[in-house]
Nanobody, 120 residues
Framework: QVQLVESGGGWVQAGGSLRISCAAS??????MGWFRQAPGKEREFLAA????????YYQDSVKGRFTITRDNTKNTVYLQMNSLKPEDTAVYYC???????????????WGQGTQVTVSS
């Protein structure tokens, strides 16, 4: 089992940037991803990254604005968010599983979430 702890959320003006982080416990390096859930909406997949070769996958709506990266020495994944819009306001969740496909489809491990608020 892996524990995930997000950090770096906060408030930003529209057009600004924010980077959120997710630190995973243990020695294992899992494929990881980011999801978000806005008030009154379902949780949606944003991006995922493999544990080995760094392959990345993105939801079309954030492609080109959001970038997922990882530092395996720190067992940490990042989500760099640029050109933020008010509709990006949500709780952002880190997730992990044993395969990249499982991360995208419905991961087993979740962080507690970090709030991102974008004001207009």
């Amino acid at each position: 089992q892996v524990q995930l702890v997000e950090s770096g959320g906060g408030w930003v003006q529209a057009g600004g940037s924010l980077r959120i982080s997710c630190a995973a416990s243990g020695r294992a390096r899992y494929p990881m991803g980011w999801f978000r859930q806005a008030p009154g909406k379902e949780r949606e997949f944003l991006a995922a990254i493999s544990s080995s070769d760094g392959s990345t996958y993105y939801q079309d709506s954030v492609k080109g604005r959001f970038t997922i990266t990882r530092d395996n020495t720190k067992n940490t994944v990042y989500l760099q968010m640029n050109s933020l819009k008010p509709e990006d306001t949500a709780v952002y969740y880190c997730a992990a599983d044993v395969s990249i496909g499982a991360v995208v489809a419905g991961p087993a491990y979740w962080g507690q979430g970090t709030q991102v608020t974008v004001s207009s």
